[in-house]
């Protein structure tokens, strides 16, 4: 929040001031709509995925997204493109992006959020970036991460939640991919030994986000997990190890939408459902863990919708901006456990 200060000249001043002051507060942009604890009461229907938003474009799938209405949005990362050092020009684009009538619409619809390179810092950037913390404080603000210390200190903008009651539960985990991230790593030692916490928590199904693509194979031409040293594996191996059910892979970064699988990844079949470039499009990597067809449109949304019956599952969509489907994916929860436990 900032205070503004308003002078007003008073109708009959008296006679030590001609002046009085009005004091308003206001924030300085819009914030995004913050995850209530009223929010986390009642089961998950529908989640809206949304990476690689060029702010400063047309966006009309973000449309999509009111007219759905699901019940929470995940950012995914390139929220905004804005590679800088001036901090001053970032607040800019984040006020950008709050004074767009298309980002107003969702405003009832409760965020999180994680980043990408492009609302970090550099195009590809990670530890280096000299600007992190300025930039992780702007974007903690306008998110609306906790004011809690614990979590304003933490080395990067990772976050949990665990929405629905027993039996009906799904756990967000959003990581962050930039903060700690080089050569040979993508999760800070601290990080890492945050989500083997959160892999313990109760949940039904479990959607780890990251900005980045957990299961595109080296031979890509872009970023991703197993480019930076053991890091891939490595968390293949903690979600097997510890056993966790209900796990599946989110990411962004890619303007198309893709599904990859890696068979008995996490003592069940690892799958990744790629979607981002909101209002973008490019050519696809290679990426020998793709299954089925690569979607390409400039303008699409994405969904993933929770089905709670006698058989629990989530289906992940993507769609153009009439809602027409371009493709999907269906999991059970059954899909989601070791086959022999």
């Not at 614990?150 to 967000?172: C, D």
Request: hydrophobic share 40%.
């Amino acid at each position: 929040m900032q205070v503004l200060v308003v002078v007003i000249p008073a109708a009959n001043p008296p006679p030590m001031s001609r002046w009085f002051t009005l004091l308003l507060t206001f924030p300085v942009i819009l914030q995004a709509r913050e995850v209530r604890d009223s929010d986390l009461a009642e089961p998950l229907e529908s989640i809206g995925l949304i990476a690689c938003l060029r702010h400063t474009k047309e966006a009309p799938a973000l449309e999509r997204y009111a007219v759905q209405e699901p019940d929470l949005l995940l950012w995914m990362g390139d929220n905004l493109y804005c590679d800088t050092l001036d901090m001053e020009e970032l607040k800019s684009a984040y006020a950008a992006l709050a004074k767009r009538p298309d980002f107003k619409a969702l405003e009832s619809i409760p965020m999180m959020a994680t980043w990408d390179d492009h609302d970090f810092g550099w195009d590809n950037s990670g530890a280096s970036y000299p600007k992190r913390d300025e930039s992780k404080a702007i974007f903690m603000d306008f998110w609306n991460f906790p004011d809690d210390p614990a979590v304003r200190a933490r080395p990067g903008v990772y976050s949990a939640r665990v929405f629905g009651p027993s039996g009906k539960r799904v756990q967000v985990i959003m990581l962050d991919t930039r903060y700690s991230k080089d050569k040979t790593r993508m999760l800070s030692e601290t990080q890492w030994k945050w989500l083997a916490e959160e892999l313990e928590r109760p949940a039904e199904f479990r959607v780890i986000v990251s900005g980045q693509q957990v299961l595109l194979t080296e031979d890509s031409a872009f970023e991703a997990w197993s480019k930076a040293g053991k890091e891939q594996q490595r968390l293949l191996d903690l979600i097997r190890q510890k056993a966790t059910e209900g796990v599946f892979l989110v990411s962004g970064d890619q303007h198309y939408a893709e599904i990859s699988e890696v068979a008995g990844g996490f003592g069940y079949d690892a799958v990744e459902f790629t979607f981002a470039g909101v209002n973008q499009d490019e050519k696809e990597s290679a990426n020998r863990n793709r299954v089925g067809p690569v979607i390409h449109a400039r303008d699409k949304a994405g969904f993933l919708t929770f089905e709670w019956g006698e058989t629990p599952s989530v289906t992940f969509r993507a769609v153009d901006t009439e809602g027409t489907e371009l493709v999907s994916r269906k999991l059970s929860l059954a899909d989601l456990r070791p086959a022999n436990p």
